[in-house]
């Protein structure tokens, strides 16, 4: 990813501050969810002035779900460890002045005890924290305390609103769970047609600033080889004449929070070719068997 031009959603932060590492020559990160990009800002923050330890504690201290983590990250037990509100205090002046201002109300008399950050974890986030791969190691974490170091804009803005407005082209678009977010919403909410027409919406202005060869990147809360995975593929399969090849990416999750479980999930690739198809139909939609499989115990 060096020198390539990323557009990405922020959700918490860890995602585009690890594509910074790689020293793109642009990142953009961008989210519906104004909070989520001032947590991505204080998470930048965080990377770049806490050691692991300090990083574990700010982020996750009191949430019962993380006990797990700290078999990995011990706390230090030869001097008093540093409250929340003392490490927040090395991060504030790195915050724009709106997260400044959330924050500052967020670490209140009471964040020493209460987790502030707990409101950002989902249920189905709460068995994978231990598995957060940027602290499982003091080698991993330094990989995203460098690329903290590196400034990128956070747009609060809809994903759509951005494809459609910006001049800018991209070698590698990244939308996390968009698609499967908005086939529930508009499915749920006005029907498959719905759903359809913003899917071919959202195509046309992904397809206008994504480069020739370029990746668009969609993480799938499913596993491969299910019929409603299929199902969801073809449902999600851009026109023939966009010319797009796909690949899918296995993931595994095993948490140690529930042991015996395992979790499968697919990052779904697809590459716009050079020249657009001009043969009918689309390409298959099958696991490439040279791509690695990411597996998280």
């Known amino acids: 990813m060096f020198g390539r031009k990323i557009l990405c959603v922020a959700g918490s932060g860890d995602i585009p501050i690890y594509f910074s590492f790689h020293e793109p020559e642009l990142l953009v990160a961008v989210d519906v969810s104004v909070k989520a990009c001032w947590l991505t800002e204080i998470k930048r923050a965080a990377y770049r002035r806490l050691n692991r330890q300090e990083f574990c504690h700010f982020f996750f201290h ?13 706390t230090p037990r030869s001097s008093p460890f540093p409250q929340r509100t003392a490490l927040y205090g090395r991060l504030r002046d790195d915050l724009s002045a709106e997260a400044r201002r959330f924050f500052d109300a967020a670490m209140d008399a009471q964040a020493d005890e209460s987790n502030p950050f ?87 202005a992904l ?16 596993g491969c080889g299910t019929k409603p995975f299929e199902r969801f593929l073809k449902e999600i399969a851009p026109a023939p004449h966009l010319g797009y090849k ?50 998280k115990r």
Request: hydrophobic content about 40%; aromatic content about 10%; glycine content about 6%.
């Open 118 to 204: 707990s409101t950002y974890v989902r249920p189905t986030d709460t068995p994978h924290i231990s598995l957060l791969p940027s602290v499982q190691s003091d080698d991993a974490y330094r990989l995203w305390s460098h690329g903290a170091r590196r400034h990128f804009p956070t747009i609060p803005s809809r994903l759509e609103d951005v494809l459609s407005t910006t001049e800018q082209t991209f070698h590698f678009i990244y939308t996390s769970n968009i698609v499967e977010y908005l086939r529930t919403q508009r499915v749920l909410g006005s029907g498959f047609r719905a759903f359809r027409k913003t899917l071919g919406e959202l195509w046309h």
């Open 207 to 222: 397809d206008r600033v994504l480069l020739p060869e370029g990746f668009l990147g969609i993480y799938v809360f499913q």
């Open 246 to 295: 796909s690949i899918l990416v296995p993931i595994v999750l095993r948490p140690s929070t529930i042991p015996g479980t395992l979790w499968r999930h697919v990052l779904l690739l697809f590459q716009k070719e050079r020249k657009a198809w001009t043969r009918k139909g689309v390409a298959p939609l099958v696991a490439d068997p040279t791509a690695d499989v990411l597996e």
């Open 62 to 74: 009191g949430i019962a779900e993380a006990k797990a983590l700290w078999a990995k990250v011990p």
